[in-house]
């Protein structure tokens, strides 16, 4: 089945953890790799984790490279894999997915071909405080035939999802709590190899 058909489904953790790696940097491009599986049914890629990656320097490939290469063996031990990439733009009114994001997400098809890409949307995301709407403050990008991102337009009968139908409420919940103070992105660990870049204790 190519991704022209699979359905992606993000789960409430990976979903909120993306999410406030972003707010943790509000002025800076940030970015994260998505971990997941393909369903056992096949329709369906499962993402079920999330790893904040970089808040400086994104373009920089030693890097990347270096952070790919450690989540890779992690979460290959636990039967997962990489399955996306997930981008937020540096400006709030930016939601075109640059080339950067193009050029990781190119890379990333390479190893798991059905790769998705999630655009942070900032005006959902500001929107959210007032509208409590359930649905993910995401853009869903997958490679066409021609092996060109492509926004996947969510309508009734959404190929993106989120697992947990509260998400947004849990989210707002801890914005309101300033719980993005907590979040290790791969740039901190770099920095301080005493921070954990798995965030193991972010949600207890």
């Given at each position: 089945?190519?991704?022209?058909?699979l359905r992606y489904e993000?789960?409430?953790?990976?979903?909120?953890?993306?999410?406030?790696?972003?707010?943790?940097?509000?002025?800076?491009?940030?970015?994260?790799?998505?971990?997941?599986?393909?369903?056992?049914?096949?329709?369906?890629?499962?993402?079920?984790?999330?790893?904040?990656?970089?808040?400086?320097?994104?373009?920089?490939?030693?890097?990347?490279?270096?952070?790919?290469?450690?989540?890779?063996?992690?979460?290959?031990?636990?039967?997962?894999?990489?399955?996306?990439?997930?981008?937020?733009?540096?400006?709030?009114?930016?939601?075109?997915?640059?080339?950067?994001?193009?050029?990781?997400?190119?890379?990333?098809?390479?190893?798991?071909?059905?790769?998705?890409?999630?655009?942070?949307?900032?005006?959902?995301?500001?929107?959210?405080?007032?509208?409590?709407?359930?649905?993910?403050?995401?853009?869903?990008?997958?490679?066409?035939?021609?092996?060109?991102?492509?926004?996947?337009?969510?309508?009734?009968?959404?190929?993106?999802?989120?697992?947990?139908?509260?998400?947004?409420?849990?989210?707002?919940?801890?914005?309101?709590?300033?719980?993005?103070?907590?979040?290790?992105?791969?740039?901190?660990?770099?920095?301080?190899?005493?921070?954990?870049?798995?965030?193991?204790?972010?949600?207890?």
């Amino acid at each position: 089945m190519g991704s022209s058909d699979l359905r992606y489904e993000v789960a409430q953790n990976a979903y909120i953890k993306l999410i406030l790696h972003s707010l943790k940097h509000p002025t800076s491009a940030v970015n994260g790799i998505l971990i997941g599986r393909i369903s056992p049914s096949n329709d369906t890629v499962e993402i079920v984790d999330a790893v904040p990656l970089f808040h400086s320097h994104i373009p920089l490939l030693p890097q990347l490279e270096i952070s790919l290469i450690l989540i890779e063996e992690y979460f290959s031990a636990k039967g997962l894999n990489i399955v996306g990439y997930f981008h937020a733009n540096e400006r709030s009114d930016d939601n075109e997915l640059g080339g950067v994001a193009k050029n990781i997400g190119d890379h990333i098809c390479r190893y798991f071909p059905q790769a998705a890409i999630l655009l942070l949307d900032n005006k959902k995301l500001e929107a959210l405080k007032k509208s409590k709407d359930s649905s993910a403050v995401m853009q869903l990008y997958v490679r066409d035939g021609s092996k060109n991102w492509k926004l996947v337009q969510s309508d009734g009968n959404s190929r993106f999802s989120l697992k947990g139908p509260s998400a947004n409420l849990v989210l707002l919940d801890y914005i309101s709590s300033e719980k993005w103070k907590d979040v290790v992105d791969f740039d901190d660990h770099l920095d301080d190899i005493s921070k954990d870049w798995l965030n193991p204790g972010l949600f207890n």
